[in-house]
């Protein structure tokens, strides 16, 4: 078993940045992947950014550019905030056997 706790999320202006992390326990030693995904209201939810165990990454074309996440520990520094980034982003570490994990989520929103 991996749990998953996300933190970072809050207010930022349009053009800002926020960083998220996501503290992991348990079973560390399995995740084969980790990776962020975001649901905005109304709107299914979607990949933002990905890091296999072996350091590649993969982005939305959304934030190509504009997120960077990071192979040590999946942190997702994200810049040049726009108002339609504005959702809840949720921590996923996925293992060698293809089960997924899920944090709760964090909230953010950019706003002036």
């Known amino acids: 078993q991996v749990q998953l706790v996300e933190s970072g999320g809050g207010l930022v202006q349009p053009g800002g940045s926020l960083r998220l992390s996501c503290a992991v326990s348990?079973?560390?030693?399995?995740?084969?992947?980790m990776g962020w995904y975001r649901q905005a209201p109304g709107k299914q939810r979607e990949l933002v950014a990905s890091?296999?165990?072996g350091g590649t990454t993969n982005y939305a074309d959304s934030v190509k550019g504009r997120y960077t996440i990071s192979s040590d520990n999946a942190n997702l520094q994200m810049n040049s905030l726009k108002p339609e980034d504005t959702a809840v982003y949720y921590c996923?570490?996925?293992?060698?056997?293809?089960?997924?994990?899920w944090g709760k989520g964090t909230l953010v929103t950019v706003s002036s």
């Open positions: 996923n570490a996925r293992d060698f056997f293809g089960i997924n994990y």
């Open positions: 890091v296999t165990s």
């Open positions: 348990g079973s560390s030693g399995a995740i084969h992947a």
